[in-house]
């Protein structure tokens, strides 16, 4: 028995591990030989065809100091919102937390478009300070600085403090805080000496997940940043697809894939290692709002929230509708008002260029390669979970985890590098072929999909399939009468996060995507990236559109979480 | 004077009133035992007294004073969770010496009355130990350890017993009441069950829906019962309806096993409480009623039998050794009614 389960386990992970190998794996390995024979055969070249050691630990200096930087802004915006949704139930909570997970899901190009038109050159705050104060030039600049960068990871990642650490404070048993006041601790001495060491494993886990992804980030600081900032991944693109100096890249493509796996082992260790402490059902944990103190606290905190998670958003979507610009040729605006110009915009092909798609198709294109991604990811992506929850020992299972984890800490450009480097020539000459994106896809969204099915087919009771099984079926009608129904929550906001993960992919996508087939990101970028108030409008359309499928996607996601606590 | 008073204590949740005018008093070196089913309101009581949670009217009184005033941390009270709520990111020494490091004492009055505590406890030798491996009843001890070491003026203690096991309670129960004997303190003592308040408590405190029922010594408590709750609390099983007419000098009681004469000066309808360890089997009882055994319970220490007398199913203890006779015939049996019978307020 035990042998046919070990056996049937290894078949469901064959699967999703051949294509982790060959998509994955293989390409990595292509990476790390690339850049090693480079070394070894051009050792005199190297050091000046490649780039200069000073150049690459400034670079990788630069890296560190903005993802600690962010982290740190992320912690102190997050970690008050995660003691409010914590602690505390009041009305609208279950629309604040749905909203703060919004950011997280949009594609980065949306978050630089957001920020921009509301603090940008051409943003809402400079065009209103300059007509209000007569300025000829924006007074505010934030559009190609550091501050830009760090307040778009916040936007981005506070959702990830405010889920693990809130989600674990809500369930962490009140009574520890009273034992310490009965005991004869004030507020200050209970909050330092009783709930901080408790909440420091969640805490240090989100820490090293939000510096993971601003480590790595790649649009906020392509677009945001501008061309003064480069980190890894930022150089990594350049290297490949400005210089096409493969070497350079390979070899910042190994740097970078070393620091990220030290922070996945870090992460993986940090989680096992939290300690058991006793947990509680949120209702019991939550107080309503009562004293003047907490009331103050929730307004503060939930005003700031909003402003700061629902201006840029608004900003981008107004900016989109509104005419505030001279039209090409043209020295004076003619109209200022709402247009739907940049919408219709999008379907028309002005260059009347072979190779210029219609933004408009972007939209196709980028529908097309979700479709794509959701069926594929979910192939892929049932199955592990399945073998995870009900086959795999916990050893085997953890191994399989950080397997299937590997592709998110390796980031989406390293990906799109090594495919352009491995799928070039026979037996996979993939290059014309449009058919990698949606791998690439696939890959990125995989994590997420198996994450969230795991914990479904986890919770369901084996004493329901024993039942199934005594009445007569088998593993199949077991697997499609009882656990694919009680599931299908877990399947569709899986499917979703695949959807809504391949729809915002940038990084990879800008890589290895063929001109003539755009997605909407790099549609948005190519807009962003020429001049004119026309480009810049149907940019900001598109944008506009990616993040209302965005939201609703995240927002649906939020509806149909089952399990309590939070995993990423 | 009393340590801790409370006066007419109201508490509501909602449309949930979980104190309804509670009012006691706890003098010096006493432990009173709160007694009551779950939900009655007795976790909000400890609540209140602690200052975790704000009464909607009524005060605390410590020593004649009012403490409303003063936050849970500077009321210089222990309270002691049903859960125990023992830190787990701290060993069995930092856990008992946390209230002690928040005064400020020094290192060595620390570290000594923390060993005076794990030996009042019975768990020397434990300090270093990871709280998160105790066992049941160690991790209760420590818990008991770290709400005495700052030497509270007033212990407040919540079902702490309630997640062991039978055995190990009714061991615990004892040696608790011995420790809290031994350094005379005052406590507050809520429970459930009333073996462990029989067992530990100086007075117990019946409590229903948010309000105090009776007060009194265990022995009155089970003697003179103040009503219908109170007694089926305590589990006295026989309840009987019955009319009470006044008849010359003595009271008539009607009553679906028969009439007997009370001394009582109630009338009209009544509640009749028939105690179990009433029943005369020697016949020597001047009310006599015939019934048959329909079931008999060997518990140990004495077996329980149910008599049914005219369709009235009546439970009763007797000694084990009792020569009963078989079950089902028709047989005479005999008690005394100013032994065995309470009128009960309705």
Redesign the interface.
């Known amino acids: 028995m035990s042998v046919i389960r070990k056996l049937n386990a290894w078949l469901l992970w064959s699967l999703p591990l051949v294509f982790l190998g060959v998509f994955f794996f293989y390409p990595l390995g292509v990476i790390l030989a690339y850049s090693l024979t480079r070394l070894s055969a051009f050792q005199a070249e190297v050091a000046s065809a490649v780039l200069p050691l000073p150049v690459i630990l400034r670079i990788l200096g630069f890296t560190t100091w903005q993802a600690f930087l962010s982290t740190l802004l992320t912690l102190l915006v997050g970690l008050p919102g995660a003691y409010l949704l914590g602690r505390y139930q009041f009305r609208g909570k279950a629309f604040l937390q749905a909203w703060m997970g919004v950011p997280f899901m949009m594609p980065a190009l949306v978050v630089a478009a957001c920020f921009d038109t509301l603090l940008g050159p051409r943003g809402w705050i400079n065009l209103g300070l300059m007509e209000l104060f007569g300025l000829t030039a924006p007074p505010i600049q934030f559009s190609n600085t550091f501050g830009a960068i760090l307040t778009a990871h916040v936007f981005y990642n506070t959702t990830i403090v405010l889920r693990l650490v809130g989600d674990f404070w809500s369930h962490l048993?009140r009574?520890?805080s009273?034992?310490?006041?009965?005991?004869?601790?004030?507020r200050w001495?209970t909050l330092r000496?009783?709930i901080l060491?408790?909440l420091t494993p969640s805490i240090l886990a989100a820490a090293l997940l939000v510096f993971m992804f601003d480590f790595t980030s790649f649009g906020v600081i392509l677009v945001l940043g501008g061309p003064r900032f480069r980190t890894l991944e930022v150089e990594i693109y350049y290297q490949t697809v400005g210089l096409f100096n493969l070497p350079a890249a390979a070899t910042l493509a190994i740097l970078q894939l070393a620091c990220t796996f030290t922070l996945t082992l870090l992460y993986t260790r940090l989680s096992e290692r939290q300690?058991?402490?006793?947990m509680r059902p949120q209702t019991y944990n939550q107080a309503r709002l009562t004293s003047w103190r907490s009331r103050l606290f929730a307004v503060v905190t939930v005003s700031f929230l909003t402003v700061f998670f629902i201006s840029p958003l608004a900003a981008l979507a107004l900016r989109s509708v509104s005419r505030l610009e001279p039209d090409r040729g043209q020295r004076t605006l003619s109209s200022p008002g709402i247009t739907l110009d940049f919408y219709r915009e999008l379907s028309a092909n002005r260059r009347r260029s072979l190779f210029y798609a219609p933004p408009a198709s972007a939209i196709s294109i980028s529908l097309a390669y979700a479709s794509i991604t959701v069926a594929l990811s979910l192939a892929l992506g049932l199955p592990a979970a399945w073998a995870q929850a009900r086959l795999a020992s916990p050893k085997v299972n953890r191994l399989f985890d950080s397997l299937l984890m590997l592709p998110l800490g390796a980031s989406a450009v390293t990906l799109g590098l090594g495919f352009i480097l491995t799928f070039d020539q026979p037996p996979l000459d993939l290059r014309a072929s449009p058919a990698l994106i949606p791998l690439a896809h696939t890959l990125v969204a995989l994590p997420f999909v198996v994450r969230s099915l795991a914990p479904a087919l986890r919770s369901i009771k084996p004493k329901l399939r024993q039942a199934a099984n005594v009445m007569g079926a088998n593993a199949w009608v077991q697997f499609t009468r009882v656990e694919l129904p009680l599931i299908n929550r877990a399947i569709l906001s899986a499917a979703i996060f695949a959807f809504t993960i391949s729809l915002g992919e940038f990084g990879a996508t800008a890589i290895i995507s063929r001109p003539e087939y755009p997605t909407i990101p790099v549609a948005i970028f190519r807009l962003l990236s020429q001049p004119g108030g026309l480009n810049y409008g149907q940019a900001l359309a598109l944008s506009t559109i990616l993040m209302f499928v965005s939201a609703a996607g995240m927002i649906l996601i939020q509806r149909l979480r089952i399990t309590e606590t939070g995993e990423f | 004077m009393p340590a801790l008073a409370v006066t007419n204590l109201h508490k509501s949740f909602g449309a949930t009133a979980a104190l309804n005018g509670v009012s006691f008093t706890v003098f010096h070196s006493e432990i009173l035992a709160v007694l009551g089913p779950s939900g009655c309101g007795k976790s909000t009581l400890l609540?209140i007294i602690?200052?975790?949670e704000k009464p909607d009217r009524g005060e605390v009184l410590w020593e004649g004073k009012s403490i409303q005033g003063i936050?849970?941390?500077?009321?210089?009270?222990?309270?002691m969770?049903q859960?125990l709520?023992l830190?787990?990111?701290l060993n069995v020494y930092d856990n008992i010496a946390?209230?002690l490091n928040?005064?400020n004492l020094p290192a060595a009055d620390i570290k000594e009355r923390v060993q005076e505590m794990l030996a009042l406890v019975h768990l020397e030798g434990y300090e270093k130990r990871d709280v998160?491996t105790l066992s049941g009843g160690e991790a209760q001890r420590v818990a008991l350890a770290?709400?005495l070491a700052?030497k509270p003026r007033f212990l407040m203690l919540d079902e702490p017993l309630g997640a062991l096991d039978r055995n190990l309670r009714e061991l615990l129960w004892l040696e608790l009441r011995q420790i809290l004997k031994e350094i005379r303190q005052t406590t507050l003592y809520v429970t459930h069950d009333q073996q462990e308040a029989f067992g530990l408590a100086d007075r117990i405190a019946v409590m229903n829906a948010g309000k105090i029922e009776q007060i009194d010594v265990p022995l009155a408590l089970n003697r003179r019962p103040a009503n219908r709750f109170v007694a089926q609390f305590l589990g006295l099983p026989n309840f009987l309806q019955g009319t009470a007419t006044r008849s010359g000098k003595q009271t008539l009681v009607e009553t679906a096993i028969g009439i007997f004469p009370l001394s009582t000066t109630a009338s009209g309808k009544v509640t009749v409480l028939m105690r179990p360890d009433a029943l005369r089997l020697d016949g020597s009882g001047s009310f006599r009623f015939s019934g048959k055994i329909i079931e008999r319970v060997f518990q140990g220490a004495v077996c329980k039998v149910v008599i049914e007398v005219n369709f009235t199913p009546l439970t009763f203890h007797v000694l084990p050794s009792s020569p009963l006779p078989e079950d089902g015939s028709l047989l005479l049996f005999s008690v005394n009614p100013d032994e065995a019978f309470q009128i009960l307020p309705s």
């Open positions: 048993d009574r520890f009273q034992a310490a006041q009965v005991l004869g601790a004030n001495q000496k009783v060491p408790l300690r058991p402490v006793s | 609540n602690a200052g975790l936050p849970p941390h500077r009321r210089e009270f222990g309270l969770f859960d709520a830190f787990p990111h946390f209230g928040l005064k998160n770290r709400c700052p």
